[in-house]
């Protein structure tokens, strides 16, 4: 698991962001987004295989993974969408292939659609986009996370680790949860943990959830069908307001469809990547 390195870095209005570029640099760029309470590790696999033909650019939002935290930090969607539109400047891509998962689908939809990101063509893989969104234990902590910032070091982290292995269908390894969950385990990350829950607000989707029906560029929709995060439900509502939205529903996959079903998800994604224009 050691092999998962980003080893650039890149200050931005949210705090230093860490990234790293994989792949042929005269490929076609493909940037992918993780979500929430996820990292750039998610896309270990999909990043290795896409790599071999496109040039694959792969972040820590700030707040998250490797990239900088602190107290006070603003990590909401409204400010990762601007952050993501000033890395797209910072690596000089005026049209790359997006591929978002989780909270990352809602920061790439309103870098497009609020900051004018522009994209060749969008991937949204199980995204947070409709309303209403949240579960129960999200909303438990949002409205309370001053009181779980308390939490013992230990009960922390035994919760962090059961809701990140709730996100998955057929299970994490051992050293796959320990990966995901390690950058909220120690005294900072257990802030940050709560500090992005507490600052997971509706109305950022709310703000651009009327403008779906004026998307023009391609857009392909891959979801979980064992999803228990967000219910393909979901998928289907989405791909539909979408115009020309396709839809690829993968069996046996949870929420961490990139985790679950990285093969499934790989082959999809080239699918789309190959006929965009």
Request: with cysteine.
């Amino acid at each position: 698991m050691t092999d998962w390195q980003l080893r650039e870095s890149f200050p931005t209005t949210s705090g230093t962001v860490r990234w790293d570029r994989r792949g042929p640099d005269d490929g076609e760029p493909v940037v992918l987004l993780h979500g929430t309470p996820f990292s750039s590790f998610v896309w270990r696999e999909v990043a290795q295989a896409l790599a071999q033909r496109y040039q694959v650019f792969v972040w820590d939002m700030p707040g998250y993974g490797a990239s900088e935290k602190y107290p006070g930090q603003d990590v909401s969607l409204d400010a990762q969408g601007q952050v993501f539109a000033q890395l797209l400047d910072r690596w000089e891509l005026t049209d790359p292939a997006v591929v978002a998962h989780d909270f990352g689908g809602a920061v790439a939809l309103r870098a497009h659609l609020l900051h004018k990101a522009a994209y060749r063509g969008l991937a949204l893989v199980d995204p947070v986009a409709l309303a209403p969104w949240g579960s129960p234990f999200f909303r438990l902590v949002g409205g309370n996370s001053e009181v779980f910032e308390q939490l013992p070091a230990a009960l922390h982290r035994a919760l962090v680790r059961e809701y990140v292995r709730s996100a998955s269908f057929p299970g994490l390894r051992s050293d796959v949860a320990d990966r995901l969950t390690a950058p909220w385990s120690d005294e900072q990350g257990q802030a940050a943990f709560y500090r992005q829950i507490a600052q997971a607000d509706q109305r950022y989707t709310d703000e651009i959830q009327e403008l779906y029906p004026e998307i023009e560029l391609p857009v392909t929709v891959c979801w979980g069908a064992e999803d228990a995060w967000i219910p393909v439900a979901r998928a289907h509502e989405l791909a539909s307001v979408i115009p020309g939205a396709a839809l690829t529903v993968i069996p046996d996959a949870g929420h961490l469809v990139p985790l679950d079903a990285p093969a499934a998800l790989t082959a999809s994604l080239l699918a789309f990547l190959r006929d965009l224009p």
